[in-house]
C-alpha cells in the first residue's frame, strides 16, 4: 500500500526566509502526487500535482515543487515565506497502479508558520 | 469559481444517535469522495462514489457508514450509530475523472462530535 511521510509536524521560518517542506513516498513506481494546503476554517486547496510531466512543478502562490525518483521525495518549496502562507500542508499520493481508482493517501500535515 | 461545499460546518451528536453530512459537489463533477481526519491524525480515505455506486471503500467504511446522492446535487454520508471514536473532521471531494492523477477538490468540511 502506498504511504506518504511528512518530516516536520511544525515548521516555523521568517517572513522572506526560504520555505521547505519534505514528503517521501513509497512506492516502486512513481505515484501521483500532490500538495494540498488547508488554511484556517476552510477546505484543502490544491497548490499543485506531479503526474509525469516535468519533474519541477509549479503551482499556485509561487510554490514549487520538485519530484526526486532517486530519493523518492516530493519536497514543497517557496522562495520567499509571506505571512499569508501560514497554514497547514499536506502531500498526498494516488497509486497509479490501482487500476483506475483515484484515492488519494495523504501525509500526516505540516504546520507551516511565518514570524515577522 | 466553482466549489465544493459542506453542512453543517459543526455538528455535536450523542452517542448511538444517528447523523448525516451533507455535501454539494461540483456541478459537472462526477465522481466524489468522502475523507476523514481524527484530531492530530492524517487524512484518511472513507470511500468513493459514481454513478450511484461505490467504487472503492475503505476498511473504515462498515456497515455504520452508507452514502447516497438523493438528488442531482447532494451527496451524503451517514453514520448510522455514532461512536466515540467516530469525532473527527470529515471531508468531501469530488473530481471529474476517477483516473488516478485527476484533482480532487475538496469542501470546508463538516466537523463531528460525538459526546
Known amino acids: 500500500a502506498q504511504s506518504v511521510t511528512q518530516l516536520g509536524s511544525h515548521v516555523s521560518v521568517s517572513e522572506g526566509a526560504l520555505v521547505l517542506l519534505r514528503c517521501n513516498y513509497s512506492?516502486?513506481?512513481?505515484?501521483?502526487l500532490f500538495w494540498y494546503v488547508q488554511y484556517p476554517n476552510q477546505g484543502l486547496q490544491l497548490l499543485l500535482k506531479?503526474?509525469?510531466?516535468?519533474?519541477l512543478v509549479k503551482g499556485i502562490n509561487g510554490f514549487e515543487a520538485e519530484f526526486k525518483k532517486s530519493e523518492t521525495s516530493f519536497h514543497l518549496t517557496k522562495p520567499s515565506a509571506h505571512m499569508s502562507d501560514a497554514a497547514e500542508y499536506f502531500c498526498?499520493?494516488?497509486?497509479?497502479?490501482?487500476?483506475?481508482?483515484?484515492?488519494?493517501?495523504f501525509g500526516t500535515g505540516t504546520q507551516l508558520k511565518v514570524e515577522l | 469559481e466553482p466549489e465544493v461545499t459542506q453542512t453543517p460546518s459543526h455538528q455535536v451528536t450523542q452517542m448511538g444517535q444517528e447523523v448525516i453530512l451533507r455535501c454539494v459537489p461540483i456541478?459537472?463533477?462526477?465522481?466524489f469522495y468522502w475523507y476523514r481526519q481524527i484530531l492530530g491524525q492524517k487524512v484518511e480515505f472513507l470511500v468513493s462514489?459514481?454513478?450511484?455506486?461505490?467504487?472503492?471503500k475503505s476498511e473504515i467504511f462498515d456497515d455504520q457508514f452508507s452514502v447516497e446522492r438523493p438528488d442531482g446535487s447532494n451527496f451524503t454520508l451517514k453514520i448510522r450509530s455514532t461512536k466515540l471514536e467516530d469525532s473527527a473532521m470529515y471531508f468531501c471531494?469530488?473530481?471529474?475523472?476517477?483516473?488516478?492523477?485527476?484533482?480532487?477538490?475538496f469542501g470546508p468540511g463538516t466537523r463531528l462530535l460525538v459526546l
Open positions: 471531494a469530488s473530481s471529474e475523472e476517477a483516473s488516478p492523477g485527476w484533482t480532487q477538490y
Open positions: 512506492s516502486s513506481v512513481p505515484p501521483y
Open positions: 506531479y503526474t509525469s510531466a516535468a519533474t
Open positions: 498526498a499520493v494516488s497509486d497509479r497502479l490501482t487500476g483506475g481508482g483515484n484515492k488519494l493517501t
Open positions: 456541478s459537472n463533477h462526477l465522481y
Open positions: 462514489f459514481y454513478n450511484n455506486e461505490i467504487s472503492e
